[in-house]
């Protein structure tokens, strides 16, 4: 069960949606207008988790906090996938997509930000 109000948002086509009110979290705010994907499932693996479902905040801050660089993007994704109210194990397995994901199509993110370490911790 989710401890968190799901956000409210405008489809535009495409798959995509639009965030209608900023979003306040623990980490900051999603600014309102950003236009998200939900989580960035292929098609093909919707049968795992739906792009708009459970834990729908955490692909929005995730992705809001990605386009800020911020390191912890991907710990944020982690805490409120559970928070929304996706299982510890699910939610593991989603993180850990993520992070694989990430060290395949942007080997060098963040490298800056973490003093040449060039991944998240």
Known sequence: MSQ???PKL???GGGKARVLEPIKHKY???AA???TDGFSIPRWLWWFHNP???GLLAAIIHDDELRKRNPQAHQ???EYLQLGGVSKLKAHIM???VLGYQKVKYPNAFKDSLN???SVK
């Open 116 to 118: 040449g370490q060039g």
């Open 76 to 78: 944020y994704f982690k």
């Open 33 to 35: 207008g950003i236009v």
């Open 52 to 54: 708009f479902g459970d």
């Open 95 to 97: 993180y850990f997509f």
């Open 4 to 6: 968190l109000p799901h």
């Open 28 to 30: 900051g705010e999603v």
């Open 10 to 12: 405008e489809f535009i």
